[in-house]
Structures are given as structure tokens and as C-alpha cells.
């Protein structure tokens, strides 16, 4: 039984519990809720690997890039690319939210309020400030994956620049490397309960009636982020990186999988770190840098959604917005992205910047809030296939990638 059960690749089993707990949610309904435990169980795992995954992989990766310039030539092109598709992702959104108009026809007393979660302190200068850790063992306490990430990189740089003398330090980070590696693998085997239960819940609780009512905003949000994950990062795969398009996506199934389920880009990086590095051969320094750093600012469905949302605000209470005010949204929204957190229910928070910004009612935020949470799983999904696809091409403009990996991506 047990044998039988480890022959099935693990993102077929992922799939397979994925499917049976969204029929399992919607045959149970919110009773499915008594189960949500086991997905708490699994998402806990995942996350107690966040940080000594990314501080062991990206002090060794960059240690192993070897030279300053060529992590710039790789933290530029990253970057770059992020900032082009997170663009791209913030006009669809409002491309959608104009042509489609959700927000016309709806009746607001229709929607049952969610509540209105409190706005962060979002000026840019606490942005900045945010980024440096006050103290490092803190932010790993707290999980803070930004200022972790400016932190092991300091230290990578430092070995780089310690030539000799840092090259113990290097080996014994190389070490801790190859162990988290392990011990992911190990949490990953929790992956199809954790899906299982997590869906079963989502679908359980939410049920058809939620969605209902706010249908043409959901809908649009699932359409926009498949146009994202399918055109845009389908491109950047078949024609910057000039690799196979569907390797890429069998390679990084369970970290879409993941994402779905636990709306959660900080959370999958364990998986998508595994994904990007085993099931599609992006050298270790790569992928643990582009993975870690894009959980964190590379949020293309997030974008999208903003955008989205605002313009869905607007024609609920009838805001006029120029093309001045259009301009506003799509640099708020992306910069709302960059700062929302890789957790649960980031965007949601981050609306409050945008719809500030071009004076549409924070009030919009409670009547999506009620569905947020099934619109923060597909928009997961897109960030972190983002951060694979972004991965994966700057590997090969890098040469940092064996596709002889890739290929064999059906034995995962
Ligand atoms: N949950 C998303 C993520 O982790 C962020 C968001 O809420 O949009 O990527």
C-alpha cells in the first residue's frame, strides 16, 4: 500500500487531493471547516523552512556566483523583468476592469461585508525602512523575508569579498544548503493532505452562493491571472528563455499546487525552490536568489488584481477616473504589489494604497473581502509561477542552468 502510495509522483498525488477536497468542500459545506487543521499542520511545516532555507540557499548561492558583477548581471535582469511584468500585469487589470465594467451592474446590498482590514503604513519612506533589519535574529524570528534577504546578502557579499578567508564559511553554508534541501523534500510528502484539507475548507465554507454576487469580479480575476500565467510568462519561457513551455509548467506543478492552496508566495518558496532547482535544473544561486526575492516583490497577480479592483470600486460608487488617474493605479498597484507581503490576504490590505490614491471608498474593500480569498489563491499562483518563469530565464541569459534537468521532468 505504502509502496504503491510513493510510486505515484508526488505532483499527481498533489493533483489528485486537490481535486477530492474541492468535491469534498462542496459536498460537506462549512462543516469542512473541522478539517482545516491539517492544512494549518502543513502550512506550518513549510513555513518553520522559510527561513533557514532562504538564509542557508542564498548565502551559499551567492557565495557560489562567485563575483560581485555577475550577481549585479543577475539581480538586474531579475529585477528588470519584474518590473516589466508587473506593469504588463497592472494595465491588463485595468484593461479588464474597463472593458468588462464588474462592478456595473452590482448590488450592493446583495453582498454581505466582510470586514475592512487595517490599512498598513504604507509611505514610501517606511517602505525603505522596512528593507533594513533592525536586528537579524529578529526579522528571523518574525519571518520578515525582506530585510532576512538584505541581510544574507550582505553576508554572501562579504564572502565574496573575504576571498580566502571566507571560504570556510561558504562550505559550512553550502552544507546547511544541501541539508534544508533534504528536509524539504520530507515536508513536501504533507503536501496532499495539506492540499486536501485546505480545499476542502475553501470550498466548504465559501460554497457557490459567496461567489454569486460577485461573480464578474471573481471571474475576471481567474481569467486575468490565466492570461498572465499562459501569454505573458508562456512567452518570456518559449521565446527569452527558448525552452520547452509545457516542461516549464509539469516542472513547477506542486508549486502551483502549493500556492494555490495556501495563498502564500513566502510559504511555497521551500517548494518552488525545489521545483525551480530539481524539476528544472536552475543552479542553486539563481534560483535561490530570483525565488526568495520574487516571493517578496514579484506579485503579478497581485498587480493585476489591484488594478482590477479599483476600477470595480469605482463603478460601484461611481468615481469618474481620468487617464491621469489610470496612470496612478497602475504605479500604485505596482507598488502596492512589491510592498504586500507573500501571506494570505496581503492585497487586500494593499488596496487601501491604491484606492486612496484615486479617491475610490475603502468601503470596496469590505465587499470583496468576503471573497478574497478564493480571488488570493489564483493570484498566488501567477506570483509564484512568475517567480519560476523569471527564475528559469534569468538562469539561462546566465548560463546557469542544465537543461539536460528540465527534460527528465517527468520522474519528478
Ligand atoms: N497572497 C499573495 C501572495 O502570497 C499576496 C496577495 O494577497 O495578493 O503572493
Redesign the pocket.
Known sequence: MLTFWFKIPLWQRVIGALILGIITGFLWGPEAESIKWIGDFFIKSIKMLVVPLIFFSLVAGIAAIGNIRKLGSVGGRAMLLFIITGQIAAWLGLALGSLVKPGAGVVVDAIEKGETPKPNNTSAVDMILSIVPDSPVQVMADVNVLPLIVFALLIGIGILMAKEDGKPLAKIFDSGAIVMQKVTLIVMELTPFGVFALMAWVAGVLGMDALQSLAWLVGLNYFGCLLIILVVYSSMIKFLAKLPVIDFFRGIVDAMVVSYST????ATIPVTLKCTQRNLGVSQSVSSFVVSLGATIN?N??AM?LGLATLFGAQIFGVDLSWGDYLMITITSTLGAIG?A???????IMMALVFGSVGVPLETIAFVAGVDRIM?MM??TT?VSGDAAVATTVAVMTGEIDTAEMISADDI
Open positions: 495563498a502564500s508566495s513566502n506579485m497577480g497581485t488584481y504586500a507573500g501571506i494570505p490576504g496581503a492585497g487586500l488570493d493570484r498566488t506570483n
